[in-house]
T-cell receptor, first 112, second 113 residues
Framework: QKEVEQDPGPLSVPEGAIVSLNCTYS??????FMWYRQYSRKGPELLMY????GNKEDGRFTAQVDKSSKYISLFIRDSQPSDSATYLC????????????FGKGMKLTVNP | DTAVSQTPKYLVTQMGNDKSIKCEQNLGHDTMYWYKQDSKKFLKIMFSYNNKELIINETVPNRFSPKSPDKAHLNLHINSLELGDSAVYFC????????????FGPGTRLLVL
């Protein structure tokens, strides 16, 4: 079993839809959870960062972490064509220089 | 005012050649990384340096050798390039005690023919 599992999609939705992206993990030591967005031919950019369990909201984006189920989610409300990108979950056991373990990434297309 | 920059952006070369990729960050971070992203977009860490010292060295062939002349720079030298080395290589940096926030460069697309 891989440490981090993420459905690679692709996922195609109409503009305005609510998008749900998910990752599961097996390493119970993970405490730091991130979502990165990667546009085509660009480097990943940090979208959301959460420590331990709970929810975090930033504009149209909400990140949820359920450590008991080893499950994290990213919700995108009122999705826009500019949200079309690959979304990668990432996690680490410690902060800072601890290595990140990434999911495979889910390619999302939001159609106008 | 690019935070993490890499050169070159594209690299096309023949099998057996030796090549280098350079990375620089102007964020004042202590830690830098090299990642490899394969054709299926899977991003995997290769190396990590903290204040010029190697701290993470994943299972990577000896043909790959990172070098950090100072904490703002991390270069990657690859000897005897193989077809399987074709990928996108990303450099990243983070503050040592920053809680896992890593900032990525734009990537270097390496194609080995």
């Amino acid at each position: 079993q891989k440490e981090v599992e993420q459905d690679p999609g692709p996922l195609s939705v109409p503009e305005g839809a609510i998008v749900s992206l998910n990752c599961t993990y097996s390493n119970s030591a993970f405490q730091y959870f991130m979502w990165y967005r990667q546009y085509s031919r660009k480097g990943p950019e940090l979208l959301m960062y959460t420590y331990s369990s709970g929810n975090k909201e930033d504009g149209r984006f909400t990140a949820q972490v359920d450590k008991s189920s080893k499950y994290i989610s990213l919700f995108i409300r009122d999705s826009q064509p500019s949200d079309s990108a690959t979304y990668l979950c990432a996690m680490s056991a410690q902060g800072g220089s601890e290595k990140l373990v990434f999911g495979k990434g889910m390619k999302l297309t939001v159609n106008p | 005012d690019t935070a993490v920059s890499q050169t070159p952006k594209y690299l096309v070369t023949q099998m057996g050649n030796d090549k280098s990729i350079k990375c620089e960050q102007n964020l004042g971070h202590d830690t830098m990384y090299w990642y490899k992203q394969d054709s299926k977009k899977f991003l995997k860490i290769m190396f990590s340096y903290n204040n010029k010292e190697l701290i993470i060295n994943e299972t990577v062939p000896n043909r790959f050798s990172p070098k950090s002349p100072d904490k703002a720079h991390l270069n990657l030298h690859i000897n005897s390039l193989e077809l399987g080395d074709s990928a996108v290589y990303f450099c990243a940096s983070s503050q040592d005690y920053g809680g896992g926030t890593q900032y990525f460069g734009p990537g270097t697309r390496l194609l080995v023919l």
